[in-house]
Structures are given as structure tokens and as C-alpha cells.
């Protein structure tokens, strides 16, 4: 009986996770200072948010320089990388985001073929 009611729970999470991120894309964006490569990868990913997920997307731009605490605890290992968090499932992309169809892949806002 309590492991049926964990279930429920959980599936009730599940759902309530996924109907959060249905809509609203949570980004961030991690660079290292002011270079080209990190200035780049900002004006590549506003153009591509603004143009498939206008008023759908927040976007957290960190600098791991001032924040390098936040590479170990992320995971990052090049720069710039693009976390997705929301929606469902969790995705990274590398580079400085000029490739737009990997980008969208990445994004889940283009089918693969």
C-alpha cells in the first residue's frame, strides 16, 4: 500500500515537472569574461530565443570567472556551454552557438530526422 502511494507521488511530481516546463525554458548560459567566443554565444542565443521562444525563455548568463565555484558544481568543462534545464530532459551545448540547427536540436525545437 505505501509503495503504491510513493508511485502516485512521484507520478504526480513527474507531471507537475513537465506541465512547468511545457512553456517556459530555463537557460544558462555559462562564459568565461568578456571574449569574443562568450560575446558570440550571448548574441547567438538571444537571436535564436527571440525568434523561436519569444516570451517563453529565461535566460541566467554566468561568468565563471567571477563565479568559478559554479563550474564544479555544474559540471562545465569548456566554455561557453548552454545548460537547458527546463523542459525536460536536461541538455548541454557546447560552442559559441553559431551552428543554429544544433542549437535547436539541442533546444528540442527542431525534430531529428
Not at 515537472?17 to 517556459?24: P, V
Not at 558570440?40 to 538571444?46: P, V, Y
Not at 554566468?62 to 523542459?87: F, G, M, S, V
Request: charged fraction near 30%.
Amino acid at each position: 500500500m505505501k509503495n503504491k502511494k510513493a508511485k502516485v507521488s512521484t507520478e504526480d511530481f513527474d507531471l507537475t515537472i513537465s506541465g512547468l516546463g511545457h512553456d517556459k525554458y530555463i537557460l544558462r548560459l555559462y562564459i568565461t569574461g568578456t571574449t569574443h567566443r562568450s560575446a558570440l554565444a550571448i548574441t547567438n542565443l538571444k537571436k535564436i530565443c527571440e525568434e523561436y521562444l519569444e516570451g517563453r525563455y529565461e535566460l541566467e548568463v554566468i561568468d565563471l570567472y567571477q563565479k568559478p565555484h559554479l563550474a564544479k558544481d555544474e559540471q562545465i568543462i569548456a566554455a561557453p556551454t548552454l545548460i537547458k534545464k527546463l523542459p525536460l530532459p536536461f541538455r548541454r551545448i557546447i560552442g559559441d552557438m553559431t551552428d543554429k540547427e544544433r542549437v535547436l536540436m539541442g533546444l528540442d525545437l527542431v525534430k531529428v530526422e
